[in-house]
């Protein structure tokens, strides 16, 4: 697809630190409305507390932040709020709530609807909870109750709780099995095109930059270094950029990639 509608997250000159520690300097990056972006980088680049200042859950330092038209870091709560209901966070491992089944776990999020009534949002909830593929039955148990894959897709229901038009996905799929990883691969390509989401995807699964990304960032040097789709990182000169995707796992991804493109075309 075109990555190149509007853009929905649009940073600039962001700076985010720990003390003396500089995780991003100077760094600014848009992501386009409809698109997947994968965000990739070595470990300590900063993918996750750039998702996490994004979406409001952290402070930067310096820099702007619009999401969906609003500055994030100049808005009232009145505008933060209704602005944090058009997105959903997933993170590692569904960050679910153990003491909540996971139908009472994708209603949170609707509890910032004023006179929601409660049948109303259980069957939202459950629709959700059908959309990324668990059994109806899932809705009753408790997150210890289910696989780490189910966990993972019980988090990303209730990051879809609010029908948003971006979500953010911390390693979506780091500790599931290949075909775990594969499947939860094609259920975000899915959803992405038949919601129109915006997907922000914090991964270092190559398979997934393959599967579902139209573009990559990759984060290094405080930055975002280069962005571009797949057939582009190929060509970029740079330490890093070219281990990553040049490297064994690499020739692995794309064998695969080009094994399942050969399927589908016949
Ligand atoms: N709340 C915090 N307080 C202090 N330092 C932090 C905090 N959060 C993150 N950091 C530091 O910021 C840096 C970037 O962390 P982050 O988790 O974003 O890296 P990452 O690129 O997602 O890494 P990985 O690929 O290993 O998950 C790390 O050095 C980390 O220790």
Not at 106 to 135: T, Y
């Amino acid at each position: 697809m075109s990555a190149r509608g509007e853009p929905v997250i649009e940073l600039r000159g962001l700076r985010n630190q720990f003390g003396t520690q500089v995780v991003h300097d100077g760094l600014d990056l848009d992501v386009y409305r409809g698109e997947v972006l994968g965000v990739v980088g070595g470990s300590g680049t900063g993918k996750s507390v750039l998702l996490r200042t994004i979406a409001g859950l952290q402070t930067p330092a310096a820099g702007s932040i619009r999401v969906l038209g609003t500055d994030v870091r100049t808005a009232d709560l009145a505008a933060r709020t209704a602005l944090q209901m058009r997105w959903g966070v997933m993170f590692q491992d569904g960050a679910l709530f153990s003491s909540l089944t996971v139908r009472e776990n994708v209603e949170v999020p609707m509890r910032g609807i004023p006179d929601l009534d409660p049948g109303l949002a259980r069957e939202l909830a459950d629709l959700k909870i059908s959309m990324v593929g668990l059994p109806y039955l899932a809705g009753d148990k408790y997150p210890s109750e289910l696989s780490g894959g189910m966990r993972k897709r019980a988090g990303l229901a209730r990051a879809l709780a609010l029908d948003p038009e971006i979500v953010f996905l911390d390693e979506p799929t780091a500790g599931l099995d290949p075909i775990g990883a594969a499947d939860f691969d094609q259920l975000i390509r899915g959803l992405s095109r038949s919601l129109g989401l915006t997907v922000f995807l914090v991964t270092h699964d190559l398979d997934t930059l393959h599967a579902v990304c139209d573009r990559i960032a990759v984060l290094a040097e405080r930055k975002v270094l280069v962005t571009g789709t797949m057939q582009d990182m190929l060509s970029v000169d740079h330490p890093w950029v070219r281990s990553y995707f040049h490297g064994p796992r690499a020739r692995a991804a794309i064998d695969a990639a080009e094994a399942a493109q050969t399927g589908e075309d016949r």
